[in-house]
């Protein structure tokens, strides 16, 4: 029961990633770079959909290989790891859409604004291995 909970919430988190990835690049001007707020086809600024859709899909899989840790799964570990690996290409490509003289300007980093972003995705990632290794 617990497995099959596991596999649903994981899913679950990967949809969000996909829907969350599709909305930005909808949102993406022909020169490449991101349009106005509200620009995808979920008419959502970036803070909201990160909170509505990115925020969940870190979390859903952390849950999934907690209630599920004594359930033996590759499927599921191999689903853990495509959640961690969507996270890190998510977090690359806003590094390196980044406009570097508007961050000198604003005194922003995007790589120490994202790392969190990479920190949870290699998590996700090291669960998902672990979870692999042990079925």
Same mark, same amino acid.
């Given at each position: !029961?617990?497995?099959?909970?596991?596999?649903?919430?994981?899913?679950?988190?990967?949809? &969000?990633?996909?829907?969350?990835?599709?909305?930005?690049?909808?949102?993406?001007?022909?020169?490449?770079?991101?349009?106005?707020?509200?620009?995808? /086809?979920?008419? !959502?600024?970036?803070?909201?959909?990160? &909170?509505?859709?990115?925020? @969940?899909? !870190?979390?859903? @899989?952390?849950?999934?290989? /907690?209630?599920?840790?004594?359930? +033996? +799964?590759?499927?599921?570990?191999?689903?853990?790891?495509?959640?961690?690996?969507?996270?890190?290409?998510?977090?690359?490509?806003?590094?390196?859409?980044?406009?570097? +003289?508007?961050?000198?300007?604003?005194?922003?980093? @995007?790589? !120490?604004?994202?790392?969190?972003? &990479?920190?949870?995705?290699?998590?996700?990632?090291?669960?998902?291995?672990?979870?692999?290794?042990?079925?």
């Amino acid at each position: !029961m617990a497995k099959a909970a596991a596999l649903v919430i994981t899913g679950i988190a990967i949809a &969000l990633l996909v829907i969350y990835g599709a909305d930005v690049a909808a949102g993406v001007n022909v020169d490449g770079e991101v349009g106005e707020q509200g620009d995808g /086809f979920l008419q !959502m600024d970036h803070m909201t959909r990160g &909170l509505g859709l990115g925020g @969940p899909a !870190m979390v859903l @899989p952390l849950i999934a290989y /907690f209630i599920s840790r004594n359930d +033996s +799964s590759k499927g599921l570990g191999g689903m853990i790891l495509i959640t961690g690996i969507l996270i890190i290409i998510g977090a690359v490509t806003v590094i390196g859409m980044a406009d570097l +003289s508007e961050a000198e300007e604003t005194a922003r980093n @995007p790589l !120490m604004e994202n790392a969190p972003l &990479l920190v949870v995705g290699g998590i996700q990632m090291g669960l998902g291995v672990l979870k692999i290794k042990k079925s």
